[in-house]
């Protein structure tokens, strides 16, 4: 699996409120050094990142892998899903995603997802509700702007 740091705004813990929910200072999180835990669905597995509420109906993020093959039951994400798709190809009844790939799946979004190649994605639920548009943006194909010296956004 990719090699990924991520940097949250909160002090790292695990409360009756879920995992690293504080938001007090920065944290470091090395998702390489991270055990593969599983999902309700065999043959996908995830890192969870943050949980506040229930396990399976609160806020989450997570770095969740697709092995070979793996597909997910049809499921609805009642108040949205944002992926952005690190390694493989990333798919469902919208389209396949390749690695740079971010996906807004809005309230109420359905899918079954899958990959057949296999994937790694990370995937934030329930943060951002309201009404919003699906949308895909592969950001390979979005051009680079120079910053400086050695620095570029894209």
């Known amino acids: ?7 949250f705004t909160q002090q790292p813990q695990t409360t009756a409120a879920g995992t690293n929910t504080a938001m007090k ?4 999180i090395k ?3 991270m055990e593969w835990a599983a999902s309700p ?22 770095v969740v892998r697709y092995l070979p093959g793996a597909s997910f ?3 609805p994400h009642p108040q949205g899903e944002e992926i952005f798709v690190l390694e493989g190809t990333f798919s ?8 740079g790939t971010y996906l807004l799946n809005p309230e109420g979004f359905k899918h079954a997802p899958r990959s057949e190649e296999g994937c790694v994605i990370f995937v934030r ?6 009404p919003r548009s699906h949308a895909a943006v592969d950001y ?10 050695g620095v570029a956004l894209k």
Do not use: N
């Open 1 to 7: 699996s990719p090699a990924l740091a991520l940097c």
């Open 25 to 28: 200072e920065t944290l470091l």
């Open 31 to 33: 998702t390489s050094a």
């Open 41 to 62: 669905s065999p043959h996908v597995e995830r890192k969870r990142l943050y949980l506040a509420g229930p396990k399976e109906a609160g806020a989450v993020s997570s």
């Open 73 to 75: 039951h049809e499921h």
């Open 92 to 99: 469902d009844h919208t389209g396949d995603y390749r690695a």
């Open 125 to 130: 639920l329930r943060q951002h509700p309201g």
């Open 140 to 149: 390979r194909s979005v051009p680079s702007r120079p910053l400086g010296e």
